[in-house]
Nanobody, 123 residues
Framework: QVQLVESGGGLVQAGGSLRLSCATS????????MGWFRQAPGKERDFVAA????????RYLDSVKGRFTISRDKAKNTVFLEINSLIPEDTAVYSC????????????????WGQGTQVTVSS
């Protein structure tokens, strides 16, 4: 099966920054759009950001625009999510996913998922 492995989560004070990574295979990286979702305790999973398979187009949840940046590194077959100016509301499990269509901003459009990485923001 297609595998996606997230890393980079942790406990950070409000105002700090994190860089999440999602590593996958060369074939998956070059053939799928990649997205990030997050799920806070007791809440539904929400779309956060997405990038197409070429890295030329991106999409963001309105509430994270200007603070979150999604990018792709072709040489490393890795997708990144840079998170700046963290607030407690950003606390959630962040998951990476791969989609065969573009644009894709709903969970139903993603075919493969990683295990998730925990981001906790303290005030």
């Amino acid at each position: 099966q297609v595998q996606l492995v997230e890393s980079g989560g942790g406990l950070v004070q409000a105002g700090g920054s994190l860089r999440l990574s999602c590593a996958t295979s060369r074939r998956t990286f070059n053939s799928y759009g990649m997205g990030w979702f997050r799920q806070a305790p007791g809440k539904e999973r929400d779309f956060v950001a997405a990038i197409d398979w070429t890295g030329s187009e991106t999409r963001y949840l309105d509430s994270v625009k200007g603070r979150f940046t999604i990018s792709r590194d072709k040489a490393k077959n890795t997708v990144f999510l840079e998170i700046n100016s963290l607030i407690p509301e950003d606390t959630a499990v962040y998951s990476c996913a791969a989609s065969p269509v573009w644009p894709a901003s709903t969970a139903q459009e993603y075919a493969y998922w990683g295990q998730g990485t925990q981001v906790t923001v303290s005030s």
